[in-house]
């Protein structure tokens, strides 16, 4: 019997996206930290708090009590207010690595986001069908979120 071996395609994930964001990137970052962190949401839209430690080496990982939980990655990479890159297994249980970078532009009287995820290993056709979508309602959050703030404070931009 001859074994075909998958392509590696089927082992890479590459997802790119950008966002406008009509907020500073002080607002824009905070946000960004307050919607990864303890304002998380899974994709039912329902809240799923994470704890980030925002320095290099932090962990990301959502706590549920009594030393259970589950560890998605270490920060990588922090610039305030301009970067945040993150590498771990994410989501995935399974032989799974990640790098994903928020990469934050002053431009057009606010703040670009650029987002990419990259990733290797084996993968779960739920997640690959779903990454997307999650970081796109992640992103989506994000911006309502600083928007929103720079509104509070008197300093969304115009």
């Given at each position: 019997?001859?074994?075909?071996?998958?392509?590696?395609?089927?082992?890479?994930?590459?997802?790119?996206?950008?966002i406008?964001?009509?907020?500073?990137?002080?607002?824009t970052?905070?946000?960004?930290l307050?919607?990864?962190g303890?304002?998380?949401?899974?994709?039912?839209?329902?809240?799923m708090?994470?704890?980030?430690?925002?320095?290099?080496?932090?962990?990301?990982?959502?706590?549920?009590?009594?030393?259970?939980g589950?560890?998605?990655?270490?920060?990588?990479?922090?610039?305030?207010?301009?970067?945040?890159?993150i590498?771990?297994?994410?989501?995935?249980?399974?032989?799974?690595?990640?790098?994903?970078?928020y990469?934050?532009?002053?431009k057009?009287?606010?703040?670009?986001?650029?987002?990419?995820?990259?990733?290797?290993?084996?993968?779960?056709?739920?997640?690959?069908q779903?990454?997307?979508?999650?970081?796109?309602?992640?992103?989506?959050?994000?911006?309502?979120?600083?928007?929103?703030?720079?509104?509070?404070?008197?300093?969304?931009?115009?």
């Open positions: 019997m001859t074994a075909i071996a998958p392509s590696l395609e089927n082992y890479t994930l590459t997802v790119t996206q950008e406008q964001v009509r907020a500073s990137l002080a607002a970052f905070a946000a960004l307050e919607e990864m303890p304002q998380n949401q899974n994709g039912e839209g329902q809240p708090p994470m704890i980030l430690e925002p320095w290099p080496g932090g962990r990301w990982f959502r706590d549920l009590g009594n030393s259970n589950h560890f998605w990655g270490n920060v990588q990479a922090i610039k305030r207010p301009t970067l945040l890159e590498t771990g297994p994410l989501f995935a249980s399974s032989p799974f690595i990640s790098n994903v970078q990469r934050l532009s002053e057009d009287g606010g703040t670009l986001i650029s987002f990419h995820h990259t990733g290797f290993g084996i993968l779960e056709d739920h997640h690959r779903g990454v997307s979508k999650g970081w796109g309602s992640l992103l989506d959050r994000i911006r309502k979120h600083a928007e929103a703030l720079g509104s509070a404070t008197g300093k969304l931009l115009q």
